[in-house]
C-alpha cells in the first residue's frame, strides 16, 4: 500500500513504487547508522573488520549483490511494471510486486513465481505492455478447396469489424488484414491478423472470433474441412477377401 501522500501525486505507478521501495531501504539504514552512533559503536572498528571480511563475504554475497544491484536498475529504468505481462524465459504472467533482490509474477493460473532481478536484466524479456495494452491476434482459418475465398476474405473481416475490441482505424495501426497464407494438404489456409485496445484480452477476443468465424462460414456455406487420407493398394492378396463373411 502506497503512502497517501504518493498516491495522490502525478507520478506514474511505477516511479511511486520506486520511490517508497528505495526510501524504506534508505531509512533502515539510516536508522542502524543511528542506532549504532547512540550506542557508542565505533565506527573505526567496523572498517577494520569489514576490511577483513570483504574478499569473503563478496564472494559469498555475489549473486545477492547481483541481485540488488539489478533491482535498483529495474526500479530507476523501469523497463518492467507492476501489472505488465511479461514474458522471462518459460514464465509468462502479470508483474505484481518489484522489489530490491526479486521480482514477483503471477501466472495465467494464479501461481507466484519468484525471479531473481539479475534473470531481467541480463536475460531477453517480453514485454506486451510496456508502451501502451495494445497487441496484435492472429486467427489461423482453413477453409475447403473450391470455396470462393474472396466470400471467405468478407467473412473474416466482418467478423473482426465487428467486435468491440478490435482496431478498425487509427493511424498507429493497421485495420484487420485477412492473409492468404498457402495451400494446405486439405484446405486452403488464411488468417485474420488485427489489433485488439487490451491485450490482456487476447485469448477471449480470439475465442470470439472464432465462434463469429464459424457461424459466418456455416452461413455463407463453405466448408471447414478436416484432414482425409487417401489410401492406394498396389497389389492384393488373393487369400483376402472383401465384402461381409460367408454364412
Same mark, same amino acid.
Given at each position: 500500500?502506497?503512502?497517501?501522500?504518493?498516491?495522490?501525486?502525478?507520478?506514474?505507478?511505477?516511479?511511486? #513504487?520506486?520511490?517508497?521501495?528505495?526510501?524504506?531501504?534508505?531509512?533502515?539504514?539510516?536508522?542502524?547508522? @543511528?542506532?549504532?552512533?547512540?550506542?557508542?559503536?565505533?565506527?573505526?572498528?567496523?572498517?577494520?573488520?569489514?576490511?577483513?571480511?570483504?574478499?569473503?563475504?563478496?564472494?559469498?554475497?555475489q549473486n545477492i549483490v547481483n541481485?540488488?544491484?539489478?533491482?535498483?536498475?529495474?526500479?530507476?529504468?523501469?523497463?518492467?511494471? *507492476?501489472?505488465?505481462?511479461?514474458?522471462?524465459?518459460?514464465?509468462?504472467?502479470? @508483474?505484481?510486486?518489484?522489489?530490491?533482490?526479486?521480482?514477483?509474477?503471477? *501466472?495465467?493460473?494464479?501461481?507466484?513465481?519468484?525471479?531473481?532481478?539479475?534473470?531481467?536484466?541480463?536475460?531477453?524479456?517480453?514485454?506486451?505492455?510496456?508502451?501502451?495494452?495494445?497487441?496484435?491476434?492472429?486467427?489461423?482459418?482453413?477453409?475447403?478447396?473450391?470455396?470462393?475465398?474472396?466470400? @471467405?476474405? #468478407?467473412?473474416?473481416?466482418?467478423?473482426?469489424?465487428?467486435?468491440?475490441?478490435?482496431?478498425? #482505424?487509427?493511424?498507429?495501426?493497421?485495420?484487420?488484414?485477412?492473409?492468404?497464407?498457402?495451400?494446405?494438404?486439405?484446405?486452403?489456409?488464411?488468417?485474420?491478423?488485427?489489433?485488439?485496445?487490451?491485450?490482456?484480452?487476447?485469448?477471449?477476443?480470439?475465442?470470439?472470433?472464432?465462434?463469429?468465424? #464459424?457461424?459466418?462460414?456455416?452461413?455463407?456455406?463453405?466448408?471447414?474441412?478436416?484432414?482425409?487420407?487417401?489410401?492406394?493398394?498396389?497389389?492384393?492378396?488373393?487369400?483376402?477377401?472383401?465384402?461381409?463373411?460367408?454364412?
Amino acid at each position: 500500500v502506497l503512502p497517501e501522500w504518493v498516491g495522490k501525486s502525478r507520478i506514474e505507478r511505477g516511479a511511486q #513504487e520506486a520511490i517508497v521501495t528505495i526510501s524504506g531501504y534508505v531509512g533502515v539504514i539510516i536508522a542502524a547508522i @543511528v542506532g549504532l552512533s547512540l550506542a557508542g559503536f565505533s565506527f573505526t572498528n567496523l572498517a577494520i573488520i569489514a576490511g577483513a571480511l570483504s574478499v569473503g563475504i563478496g564472494f559469498g554475497l555475489q549473486n545477492i549483490v547481483n541481485n540488488f544491484i539489478s533491482g535498483i536498475i529495474l526500479l530507476f529504468e523501469r523497463p518492467i511494471r *507492476t501489472g505488465d505481462w511479461i514474458v522471462v524465459g518459460n514464465t509468462e504472467g502479470y @508483474v505484481r510486486k518489484i522489489s530490491i533482490r526479486s521480482t514477483q509474477i503471477e *501466472t495465467f493460473d494464479r501461481a507466484d513465481v519468484i525471479v531473481p532481478n539479475s534473470e531481467l536484466i541480463s536475460n531477453q524479456v517480453t514485454n506486451w505492455m510496456l508502451r501502451d495494452p495494445w497487441g496484435r491476434v492472429i486467427v489461423p482459418v482453413g477453409v475447403a478447396y473450391g470455396s470462393d475465398v474472396e466470400k @471467405v476474405r #468478407e467473412v473474416l473481416l466482418q467478423a473482426a469489424r465487428s467486435h468491440p475490441l478490435v482496431i478498425t #482505424e487509427d493511424i498507429r495501426v493497421g485495420p484487420p488484414r485477412v492473409l492468404f497464407r498457402g495451400f494446405g494438404d486439405s484446405s486452403l489456409n488464411f488468417e485474420i491478423r488485427f489489433f485488439i485496445r487490451n491485450v490482456d484480452q487476447r485469448l477471449s477476443t480470439q475465442s470470439d472470433l472464432n465462434f463469429a468465424i #464459424e457461424k459466418g462460414l456455416r452461413e455463407a456455406n463453405i466448408e471447414i474441412p478436416f484432414p482425409q487420407r487417401d489410401l492406394h493398394l498396389r497389389s492384393v492378396d488373393s487369400a483376402i477377401r472383401f465384402g461381409p463373411p460367408p454364412e
